[in-house]
């Protein structure tokens, strides 16, 4: 009895794993014992075992190694032990892909699953399968089919799913054994039903006409199956899109009529096919929530998980339908499968109504202790949403997530609260103050660097436009003091752009910053005495841009100076040129396992297609050394079922535009050939080259660029350029595309006409400075033009929002300080507008907005450099 006890120390470690610490070679060397006579079952079995989970756990065997192996395995069919032989089974498939002459085990699988040992037969079929190719599918046919119809259940199982596997050797497989696998659907197994139902959609589903005749018989029939029946469902759903009204009405039916199902597994199916079917309302979807309901209910986890599951996606597109659910849902706070409870609370938090919203954080407030990180990251996001449903929440909402903040938690989960806080307080100027409060609170116990700096990043730029910017400086100056290097040096750039924005505070800041010039670290040290440097020179206003200097696209900067080094270099760089660099977050689905992502520089849309132009060499002298400074989006030239398919975008230089035609020939029995699209050059302008592509066969894009010069009357820039298609066509083979004879016919067809317009020469550059009022006394100061108008907006404009949205579309600039957004209910806004015009001239943009009986007027003024872009604008907006 004493060989059985266990020791104490092995009871808590759970046993232990006996495998952990096996070695390749060893094993290996272990596998000759295959070869003695007789066999040693269980010594080989445990051998064996040995060399699966080698396997399993992705060692690396080589083909000689595997070959070996593989042939001393074979010696073990002599053994009629029954655990040694499915073992044997388990090896060959797991060895066939790396071993080489595999094929020599045909002979006795193929006995094995035609013999009586029905323990054998099952293993055997999946085995020989597995080293079937095309050519031995024949000999294996007759025993294939029939297996698939055996009166064994274990059996026809594995031939109909091996039959499944075989299509990828040959796909016509299915189709050659569907009547057995019909004869085998109307078994009283449940697998054997299922998999001979997979078979046959295998075999069917190239053919629409087919699968919908599958389909209604065996909905009439109703499977026994439940694992048939939900796979039925599905086939149904993806019918459902491209069935006739009665067809897909009937379909229909059956997924409801599936409510009814004695199983849940199947009234489940139904309910989650219902509320993911396209076409599906509020109304439609509520049979299938009432289901899911009743499912919060049930006292297995696996059904309210699945319905709770399900219920958390329909609410972000049907939250009204999912309202009824809420006291269920409610009741799943405190359930025990931790789960469970995070999907009930994230449901509720997006369909819960304002008024509910306070309750709903006391609940969360007992509950988010007890969960993981990545079930809090799923908390946060939900409770991101419902600070957008629900703005005047913002303060409740916020108090919630810094007490968030001050637990315990991984950089993903804190960095998910911050970006929370960020979005929240860049949807609600209200919530300005209170957020940077919050994060101010959190900095100082913060031990994620990379978050700190981000912090204060930001208080850098909303800090000195707050109602009392001398509060944050104690916060800030005690990174300082206090943080690694890194954290050090933005806090020393966050105080200068304080100084540099609030004039009171710059004395006190200028002490500050001269005490870090004596700081340990040389990035700090190089920081203070550069801004200590600019900012004494407090009479200038230009210091807040050399404080706060734009994010510049790094590719472009490369590629701009190195264009600049081999040039004769006899101007100065221009640096205006550059455009801004973008950063991008990435949406983030709220699902269980969200991770949150930073924001992260990416290539700009001009920089992608300056690297495709780049390579055009015909391009080359005109786009050489110079800087794109906007690509228009995508123009149709063509409706989408024209033969001919032609897009336009416009690439923007300094002086020249260049038009990128793509093309595509939807025609089969045709050729095209010299493929160009000729415009009528507009008053002004100038063709420089036109490059043409060389052939276009079927259905293959293909690109011809046109180059224009700009006008120098810049009145004149706006123009539309009537367009046509012109090539020559060559009638062709549709199946092969040779072109039937040498000549062809000239041929031409009409496009649509191309409009240049003002965005497509203007470059957006709103953060190129976040004070947009140090901006205009700059410009001023600079002797700016500065011009003005009233317009009385058109009719179609009705409200602050869409003449909001029109005019910076309109125009081309981008929005400074967030004055893109218009708080609901409000009757006069300002909408700050920054740019740069072709060339480098700076635009400034004031407009004044009032609404008044669904009638917009607005005062506009403009200042740049260029009096003749300002006259330009204004009179584009007349």
Same mark, same amino acid.
């Given at each position: 009895?004493?060989?059985?006890?266990?020791?104490?120390?092995?009871?808590?470690?759970?046993?232990?794993?006996?495998?952990?610490?096996?070695?390749?070679?060893?094993?290996?060397?272990?596998?000759?014992?295959?070869?003695?006579?007789?066999?040693?079952?269980?010594?080989?079995?445990?051998?064996?075992?040995?060399?699966?989970?080698?396997?399993?756990?992705?060692?690396?065997?080589?083909?000689?190694?595997?070959?070996?192996? /593989?042939?001393?395995?074979?010696?073990?069919?002599?053994?009629?032990?029954?655990? $040694?032989?499915?073992?044997?089974?388990?090896?060959?498939?797991?060895?066939?892909?790396?071993?080489?002459?595999?094929?020599?085990?045909?002979?006795?699988?193929?006995?094995?699953?035609?013999?009586?040992?029905?323990?054998?037969?099952?293993?055997?079929?999946?085995?020989?399968?597995?080293?079937?190719?095309?050519?031995?599918?024949?000999?294996?046919?007759?025993?294939?089919?029939?297996?698939?119809?055996?009166?064994?259940?274990?059996?026809?199982?594995?031939?109909?799913?091996?039959?499944?596997?075989?299509?990828?050797?040959?796909?016509?497989?299915?189709?050659?054994?569907?009547?057995?696998?019909?004869?085998?659907?109307?078994?009283?197994?449940?697998?054997?039903?299922?998999?001979?139902?997979?078979?046959? *959609?295998?075999?069917?589903?190239?053919?629409?006409?087919?699968?919908?005749?599958?389909?209604?018989?065996?909905?009439?029939?109703?499977?026994?199956?439940?694992?048939?029946?939900?796979?039925?469902?599905?086939?149904?759903?993806?019918?459902?899109?491209?069935?006739?009204?009665?067809? %897909?009405?009937?379909?229909?039916? !059956?997924?409801?009529?599936?409510?009814?199902?004695?199983?849940?597994?199947?009234?489940?199916?139904?309910?989650?096919?219902?509320?993911?079917? =396209?076409?599906?309302?509020?109304?439609?979807?509520?049979?299938?929530?009432?289901?899911?309901?009743?499912?919060?209910?049930?006292?297995?986890?696996?059904?309210?998980?699945?319905?709770?599951?399900?219920?958390?996606?329909?609410?972000?597109?049907?939250?009204?339908?999912?309202? %009824?659910?809420?006291?269920?849902?409610? #009741?799943?706070?405190?359930?025990?499968?931790?789960?469970?409870?995070?999907?009930?609370?994230?449901?509720?938090?997006?369909?819960?109504?304002?008024?509910?919203?306070?309750?709903?954080?006391?609940?969360?407030?007992? /509950?988010?202790?007890?969960?993981?990180?990545?079930?809090?990251?799923?908390?946060?996001?939900?409770?991101?949403?419902?600070?957008?449903?629900?703005?005047?929440?913002?303060?409740?909402?916020?108090?919630?997530?810094?007490?968030?903040?001050?637990?315990?938690?991984?950089?993903?989960?804190?960095?998910?609260?911050?970006?929370?806080?960020?979005?929240?307080?860049?949807?609600?100027?209200?919530?300005?103050?209170?957020?940077?409060?919050?994060?101010?609170?959190?900095?100082?116990?913060?031990?994620?660097?990379?978050?700190?700096?981000?912090?204060?990043?930001?208080?850098?730029?909303? =800090?000195?436009?707050?109602?009392?910017?001398?509060? *944050?400086?104690?916060?800030?100056? #005690?990174?300082?003091?206090?943080?690694?290097?890194?954290?050090?040096?933005?806090?020393?750039?966050?105080?200068?752009?304080?100084?540099?924005?609030?004039?009171?505070?710059?004395?006190?800041?200028?002490?500050?910053?001269?005490?870090?010039?004596?700081?340990?670290?040389?990035?700090?040290?190089?920081?203070?005495?550069?801004?200590?440097?600019?900012?004494?020179?407090?009479?200038?206003?230009?210091?807040?841009? $050399?404080?706060?200097?734009?994010?510049?696209?790094?590719?472009? $900067?490369?590629?701009?100076?190195?264009?600049?080094?081999?040039?004769?270099?006899?101007?100065?760089?221009?640096?205006?040129?550059?455009?801004?660099?973008?950063?991008?977050?990435?949406?983030?689905?709220?699902?269980?396992?969200?991770?949150?992502?930073?924001?992260?520089?990416?290539?700009?849309?001009?920089?992608? !297609?300056?690297?495709?132009?780049?390579?055009?060499?015909?391009?080359?002298?005109?786009?050489?050394?110079?800087?794109?400074?906007?690509?228009?989006?995508?123009?149709?030239?063509?409706?989408?079922?024209?033969? *001919?398919?032609?897009?336009?975008?416009?690439?923007?230089?300094?002086?020249?535009?260049?038009?990128?035609?793509?093309?595509?020939?939807?025609?089969?029995?045709?050729?095209?050939?010299?493929?160009?699209?000729?415009?009528?050059?507009?008053?002004?302008?100038?063709?420089?080259?036109?490059?043409?592509?060389?052939?276009?066969?079927?259905?293959?894009? =293909?690109?011809?660029?046109?180059?224009?010069?700009?006008?120098?009357?810049?009145?004149?820039?706006?123009?539309?350029?009537?367009?046509?298609?012109?090539?020559?066509?060559?009638?062709?083979?549709?199946?092969?595309?040779?072109?039937?004879?040498?000549?062809?016919?000239?041929?031409?067809?009409?496009?649509?006409?191309?409009?240049?317009?003002?965005?497509?020469?203007?470059?957006?550059?709103?953060?190129?400075?976040?004070? !947009?009022?140090?901006?205009?006394?700059?410009?001023?100061?600079?002797?700016?033009?500065?011009?003005?108008?009233?317009?009385?907006?058109?009719? #179609?404009?009705?409200?602050?929002?869409?003449?909001?949205?029109?005019?910076?579309? !309109?125009?081309?600039?981008?929005?400074?300080?967030?004055?893109?957004?218009?708080?609901?209910?409000?009757?006069?806004?300002?909408?700050?507008?920054?740019?740069?015009?072709? =060339?480098?001239?700076?635009?400034?943009?004031?407009?004044?907005?009032?609404?008044?009986?669904?009638?917009?007027?607005?005062?506009?003024?403009?200042?740049?450099?260029?009096?003749?872009?300002?006259?330009?604008?204004?009179?584009?907006?007349?």
């Amino acid at each position: 009895m004493n060989a059985f006890k266990r020791d104490k120390k092995e009871e808590e470690d759970g046993g232990g794993n006996p495998f952990q610490n096996l070695e390749k070679t060893t094993v290996l060397q272990e596998a000759r014992i295959f070869n003695d006579t007789p066999v040693n079952p269980r010594k080989c079995a445990h051998i064996l075992t040995k060399i699966l989970y080698l396997i399993n756990q992705g060692e690396q065997l080589g083909t000689t190694e595997a070959t070996d192996a /593989f042939f001393a395995m074979t010696k073990l069919f002599q053994s009629r032990d029954v655990i $040694l032989r499915r073992l044997v089974y388990l090896g060959i498939k797991e060895l066939s892909s790396l071993a080489e002459d595999v094929i020599i085990v045909t002979s006795s699988l193929t006995k094995d699953m035609t013999g009586k040992e029905d323990l054998y037969r099952a293993a055997a079929i999946r085995a020989l399968c597995t080293i079937t190719d095309a050519g031995m599918l024949t000999a294996i046919e007759r025993y294939m089919k029939q297996a698939i119809v055996d009166r064994s259940a274990a059996v026809s199982s594995a031939a109909l799913v091996s039959s499944l596997h075989l299509t990828a050797i040959s796909g016509d497989v299915a189709r050659r054994w569907a009547n057995e696998a019909q004869e085998a659907l109307n078994s009283n197994n449940v697998m054997v039903q299922y998999h001979a139902l997979g078979v046959l *959609y295998q075999a069917r589903k190239s053919d629409k006409h087919a699968v919908i005749k599958l389909v209604l018989k065996l909905m009439r029939s109703s499977p026994k199956s439940p694992y048939a029946a939900c796979m039925l469902i599905r086939m149904a759903c993806k019918l459902l899109d491209e069935a006739d009204k009665n067809v %897909a009405s009937e379909l229909l039916g !059956f997924i409801e009529a599936c409510f009814r199902h004695k199983s849940e597994m199947v009234v489940y199916e139904a309910a989650h096919a219902l509320v993911n079917l =396209g076409q599906s309302g509020a109304r439609e979807i509520t049979p299938a929530i009432s289901v899911l309901q009743l499912f919060c209910s049930s006292p297995k986890p696996a059904l309210r998980f699945a319905a709770v599951r399900t219920l958390n996606k329909v609410a972000m597109t049907h939250p009204t339908a999912v309202t %009824a659910c809420n006291l269920d849902l409610e #009741n799943l706070i405190t359930d025990s499968n931790r789960s469970i409870a995070t999907l009930a609370i994230t449901t509720l938090l997006k369909t819960g109504a304002e008024s509910s919203v306070d309750r709903l954080m006391k609940q969360i407030a007992t /509950f988010v202790s007890e969960i993981s990180d990545e079930f809090k990251v799923v908390v946060v996001q939900a409770i991101r949403a419902l600070c957008q449903k629900f703005p005047r929440k913002h303060a409740v909402l916020m108090n919630f997530l810094s007490a968030m903040l001050r637990d315990e938690g991984g950089l993903e989960y804190k960095a998910a609260i911050a970006d929370t806080i960020i979005a929240v307080m860049e949807g609600n100027a209200e919530a300005k103050e209170a957020g940077l409060a919050h994060l101010c609170e959190f900095i100082e116990d913060c031990e994620h660097t990379s978050l700190a700096v981000r912090i204060l990043h930001l208080l850098g730029q909303e =800090g000195p436009t707050s109602k009392q910017p001398s509060r *944050y400086i104690r916060f800030i100056y #005690n990174r300082v003091i206090l943080e690694s290097a890194s954290v050090r040096a933005a806090a020393v750039t966050a105080l200068a752009r304080f100084a540099a924005a609030c004039p009171p505070l710059l004395p006190n800041i200028l002490v500050l910053l001269s005490r870090c010039q004596l700081d340990s670290d040389d990035e700090v040290r190089d920081r203070a005495a550069y801004y200590c440097t600019i900012l004494q020179q407090k009479s200038d206003p230009t210091i807040l841009p $050399l404080v706060q200097p734009p994010l510049l696209s790094v590719p472009s $900067l490369e590629r701009a100076l190195r264009n600049y080094i081999k040039s004769s270099m006899d101007e100065p760089f221009d640096i205006s040129q550059i455009p801004a660099a973008q950063t991008v977050e990435e949406p983030q689905p709220i699902e269980i396992h969200t991770t949150v992502k930073q924001q992260q520089n990416r290539l700009t849309r001009e920089e992608s !297609f300056m690297e495709k132009l780049s390579q055009v060499s015909h391009l080359q002298p005109f786009i050489n050394n110079l800087t794109l400074i906007k690509s228009s989006p995508v123009f149709e030239l063509t409706e989408s079922e024209t033969e *001919y398919n032609v897009k336009c975008i416009k690439h923007t230089f300094s002086e020249y535009l260049v038009l990128q035609f793509d093309c595509v020939n939807t025609l089969c029995d045709q050729l095209l050939e010299d493929v160009k699209v000729s415009i009528e050059v507009p008053e002004g302008y100038e063709i420089m080259r036109e490059i043409p592509c060389a052939r276009l066969p079927y259905n293959e894009p =293909g690109t011809t660029y046109t180059v224009l010069k700009y006008p120098e009357d810049v009145q004149a820039s706006i123009a539309t350029i009537p367009t046509t298609l012109r090539f020559m066509a060559r009638d062709c083979d549709p199946v092969t595309g040779v072109p039937d004879a040498d000549q062809g016919y000239n041929d031409e067809y009409m496009l649509e006409d191309l409009e240049v317009t003002l965005a497509d020469q203007m470059q957006g550059s709103a953060n190129r400075g976040t004070d !947009f009022g140090s901006l205009w006394e700059v410009a001023t100061s600079k002797g700016f033009s500065k011009m003005e108008e009233t317009f009385a907006l058109g009719a #179609n404009v009705t409200s602050l929002e869409g003449a909001v949205q029109s005019l910076t579309g !309109f125009l081309g600039l981008d929005a400074a300080e967030r004055t893109d957004r218009v708080a609901a209910g409000t009757v006069a806004h300002t909408l700050l507008l920054c740019g740069v015009f072709r =060339g480098g001239k700076e635009i400034l943009a004031r407009a004044r907005l009032a609404l008044t009986d669904s009638q917009v007027t607005m005062q506009l003024t403009v200042l740049c450099q260029d009096s003749e872009v300002a006259e330009l604008i204004l009179s584009s907006v007349c």
